[in-house]
Structure formats: C-alpha cells, structure tokens
C-alpha cells in the first residue's frame, strides 16, 4: 500500500508540473537511425483511454523495425500525450513510472532508468504519428514496453516485445 500512495503522490505531483519546465526531446540514445528500406512497421495507436491497441509486437532476434505511434485522442497534449518506450528485460517497471512521471524535462524519461531504455519516441499528441527505429535484442525474451506519459503506466498502458 506504501508504494500505491508513493506511486499515485508521483503522479499527482507529475500532473500538477504538467506544462511546466522544459519541452526539451528525449535522451539522444533514444533516437535511432532510419529503418532500412523494406524494414517492416509496426503501427500502434493510443487515445483518451491511456491504453495501446497493440499489446504484443513479435520480433526475431536482431530484427530492426520501426515503430510508429500514432495519438488518435482529442486531449490536449499537455494533458494527455502518449509515447512508446521499449525497456530492457529485468527494469523495475513501476520504479521507472514513478521516476517518469517527475521527468517532463526529458520527455518522460528519467535520467536513472536511461541505460535500461532499448528505444523511446518522442511525445506524440493528438493527431500526431512518432516514430522510432528499434533494433530487437539478441537475446530471446520478453521485453515491456509502456507509454511513460504520467500516470499512463498505471493504467495499464504497456506491451511486450517477445524476442523468439
């Protein structure tokens, strides 16, 4: 219950920063390169409801495919903007939410959990497609991906890239 109350005052406290502070792009390891011609794409929309309508992305070991991330919300963006963002297996997920969420300036990507980032989009608000270029672990596995807009985590805004 400690960690509930701990993980909803983050929000709350993430809410009320909300148009605060810098609009600065995410971390530049986030950023990958184009795809390569032909590379497949996968397509994920999000809304008002805080979830993705994709929840399970497969993908070989080492593929490289791009992400693209489209808000069909009607919210403003600083109320309500959504990305994608692939973690490394093992990361405390609930950890990096709580930390997400006191990160605007980073585009909701805490400075702690930057190593466990595999790829991440930028914001993306309503109308608006992001993209990222993700380059699938070579490791077997299953891999979260979540939106870490705020609050969006915990209602249940996340996926899994299994690695097979």
Do not use: W
Request: charged share 15%; aromatic share 6%.
């Amino acid at each position: 219950m400690k960690n509930v109350c701990a993980y909803l005052g983050a929000i709350a406290v993430g809410l009320v920063l909300v148009g605060a502070g810098s609009t600065a792009p995410a971390a530049a390891q986030t950023k990958a390169a184009p795809a390569k011609a032909g590379a497949r794409v996968v397509k994920i929309m999000a809304d008002d409801t805080m979830k993705f309508d994709l929840a399970t992305i497969e993908a070989k070991p080492g593929e490289v495919f791009e992400v693209q991330l489209t808000s069909k919300g009607t919210l403003p963006k600083e109320a309500m903007a959504h990305n994608f963002v692939l973690l490394a297996k093992g990361t405390d997920l609930n950890a990096f939410a709580m930390e997400a969420a006191m990160a605007k300036a980073t585009n909701y990507i805490p400075a702690k959990f930057k190593a466990s980032v595999i790829a991440a989009t930028d914001m993306a608000g309503p109308g608006e497609t992001v993209k990222v270029t993700v380059t699938a672990p070579k490791v077997a596995g299953s891999y979260p991906y979540l939106c870490s807009f705020s609050g969006h985590f915990l209602t249940g805004m996340k996926g899994t890239l299994i690695v097979k």
